[in-house]
């Protein structure tokens, strides 16, 4: 079992910047690819990023490649996400997750799922 709590969500403006945390209780952390989703009101659930066990991989989808970067700190059993340049069209409520598999955009890949933490940014 894998249990994840985000933290670090808030209201910002445009432009401005935001670091979310997961924190993982388990054993099982540094064994699982993580990724990061989020939902807008009315919208389906969208990958945002995604990061292999040790680190060493990352993949982002389109929309925020060279603004937001994923990392992950084993040892802390703790999953980030760097957001900078924020647009209003990056308001959602954000997710982590965790996965047994390789790093992946497919939310049905993975097993566990934190509570959210919402993003809320400002025009």
């Known amino acids: 079992q894998v249990q994840l709590v985000e933290s670090g969500g808030g209201l910002v403006q445009a432009g401005g910047s935001l670091r979310l945390s997961c924190a993982a209780s388990?054993?099982?952390?540094?064994?699982?690819?993580m990724g990061w989703f989020r939902q807008a009101p009315g919208k389906e659930r969208e990958f945002v990023a995604t990061?292999?066990?040790?680190?060493?991989?990352?993949y982002y989808t389109d929309s925020v490649k060279g603004r937001f970067t994923i990392s992950r700190d084993n040892a802390k059993n703790t999953v980030y996400l760097q957001m900078n340049s924020l647009k209003p069209e990056d308001t959602a409520v954000y997710y982590c997750?965790?996965?047994?598999?390789?790093?992946?955009?497919?939310?049905?890949?993975?097993?566990?799922w934190g509570q959210g933490t919402q993003v809320t940014v400002s025009s």
């Open positions: 997750a965790a996965t047994s598999v390789n790093p992946t955009d497919r939310w049905l890949d993975y097993d566990y």
């Open positions: 388990g054993r099982t952390f540094s064994r699982s690819a």
């Open positions: 990061i292999s066990r040790g680190g060493s991989t990352t």
